[in-house]
């Protein structure tokens, strides 16, 4: 009966039929409410640090000669520096670490709820840490803001995957890119001289991270769980209907009921993956190369370093020093209208072209970058054609790299896996991420500046190869589908797959499927399958 609808599905998108999607009321609250204060509290904490950068270092060596008596040494300062940019990706590790024990509560949504009081702390330490003279108050509230950031990276790209219809699946996936975007420009605008980027006013910078946190928590309790968390987590039907019926904005939900039954068939039972059974698991094999790969591009492709070190990157190309907080703003609108570009065009185009193509644009901006900075002492209009080429290197990002890993690292794993596959996700992300922090200011001052964009740009080269002959599209493609594209290169047939999703735990077929639909059907958890 499943292969016949699904065979009618097929010849209706062949007959070129689209199935309408209803982007309902709450659908569209949930995804903005929990991207205002996850994704963008991400990006805002990406950029924030970089308008007051010369005052934060004065604070630091007022600080260190108020307490030693002495000017702290430019070797030192730069190392304090680079910690506080890079040790929110430690915090970030952290998160993503403990993110993934905690599936007992309305994981999900609870968590992102729930992390709003890491947001909080980090908010009032660092705001404070002028006023009470510690510069360890602040960098110690980058590394809780980067534990807010690792949990709600994870949780978020969770819960907006599993609450929207395949369909959709990649635009509304893409609202995390769009709103670590629109972040990172948020955190441009609020620095610029008129506003907080001031010597004075540099804390409230941080304080303001507070508004988007204390919107989420009023808003998102009200909002339904995961209808799939309800259903094949907590085996309850009754709630997962509902909140079904609230996403979709319909009454009949049947057709959505029985599709995540199936998947829950194939998978045989609803336990939690670890992270050792998921890397033991054959038939995920490359699909987790596969997101090891994207999340590392994504960090180490150069753009963090564009994002942390703006100002300094402009002044290398020759921008005057107060025109630089307007010209960053650039950055940030370029990255905010591809983002939005990416999420309407990706249910069209398909995620492996706007991934793989994004990297080729940006191997070409960073090789003439490259170039441009080598020779613009000589030609006086090359200083242009730099800019021009970061603002190219940031659009082609976000048009595909940007937000996509996210969306894949949903797609490629079953409910059960999902948890494991996003720790394993964060932790590449993470690491990345602090490398890129901590090293590349340090890359500038020992070696030849502009060689480190061509560095960036061999990253790029290897990730677009890897994923052009690796990656499979997965546009509006069901998890059995995705798993099938991998079987071949995993060495497995499909019911090979089956059976290794959870090695020496399996049931008999009709002794789960009799217990599965007992447990849903009564509104119950039974132990024995959890």
């Known amino acids: 009966m499943e292969n016949k609808q699904q065979s009618n599905g097929m010849m209706k998108e062949n007959n070129g039929v689209k199935k309408k999607v209803n982007w309902s009321g709450s659908l569209i609250l949930a995804s903005l409410t929990g991207a205002f204060g996850s994704s963008f509290l991400y990006g805002y904490n990406l950029s924030v640090v970089n308008a007051p950068a010369g005052y934060i270092k004065k604070f630091y060596n007022e600080t260190w000669e108020r307490r030693y008596g002495f000017s702290v040494d430019e070797g030192t300062l730069t190392l304090l520096w680079s910690i506080t940019v890079s040790i929110f990706a430690i915090g970030g590790l952290v998160g993503a670490i403990i993110v993934t024990p905690i599936p007992s509560l309305p994981f999900r949504k609870c968590t992102l709820v729930l992390n709003n009081v890491f947001a909080v702390a980090a908010a009032l330490l660092m705001s404070l840490s002028l006023l009470a003279g510690s510069f360890e108050m602040l960098i110690l509230g980058r590394i809780i803001m980067g534990v807010d950031a690792g949990i709600s990276l994870s949780a978020l790209p969770m819960y907006l995957s599993e609450i929207s219809p395949k369909e959709i699946r990649g635009s509304l996936g893409q609202v995390t890119a769009i709103f670590i975007c629109i972040g990172v420009f948020t955190g441009q605008v609020l620095g610029l001289p008129e506003i907080f980027g001031q010597e004075s006013r540099w804390p409230f910078l941080f304080g303001a991270i507070i508004v988007p946190s204390l919107i989420q928590v009023v808003i ?19 709630k997962a209907e509902k909140a079904f019926q609230r996403f979709l904005g319909k009454d009949d939900v049947s057709h959505e009921i029985e599709e995540v039954l199936a998947e829950s068939r194939v998978q045989r039972n609803t336990k939690l993956v670890s992270i050792v059974q998921l890397l033991r698991t054959r038939a995920v094999r490359w699909q987790i190369v596969t997101v090891v790969v994207t999340m590392g591009c994504y960090q180490l492709c150069g753009l963090n370093a564009i994002w942390y070190y703006t100002n300094n990157i402009f002044s290398e190309s020759g921008i005057n020093h107060e025109t630089i907080p307007y010209v960053t703003l650039s950055t940030g609108a370029v990255e905010t209208l591809a983002a939005v570009f990416s999420g309407l065009v990706i249910e069209r185009l398909g995620r492996r072209p706007l991934l793989i193509g994004g990297f080729g644009l940006m191997i070409v901006f960073f090789a003439v970058l490259t170039v441009s900075l080598t020779l613009q002492s000589s030609v006086h209009w090359l200083p242009y054609l730099s800019i021009f080429c970061i603002l190219a290197i940031i659009a082609s990002f976000c048009i595909g790299p940007g937000g996509i890993p996210f969306v894949l690292t949903g797609e490629f794993f079953q409910q059960s896996q999902r948890p494991a596959a996003f720790m394993i996700a964060g932790t590449v992300n993470w690491l990345s991420n602090f490398a890129v922090g901590l090293l590349f200011p340090f890359i500038q001052i020992s070696c030849d500046t502009h060689m480190c964009y061509f560095l960036f740009a061999s990253i790029c080269f290897a990730g677009a190869t890897y994923l052009f002959f690796v990656l499979p599209e997965t546009k509006n493609k069901t998890f059995q589908q995705i798993s099938q594209a991998f079987a071949k290169r ?41």
């Open 220 to 238: 998102l309790p009200f909002l339904p769980e995961s209808p799939r968390y309800l259903l094949l987590e907590k085996h309850d039907r009754s």
């Open 490 to 530: 995993n060495k497995v047939t499909l019911e090979m797959q089956e059976m290794n999703h959870y090695p020496g735990e399996r049931k008999s077929s009709e002794e789960h499927e009799s217990n599965f639909t007992s447990s849903v059907d009564n509104g119950e958890t039974k132990k024995g399958i959890v």
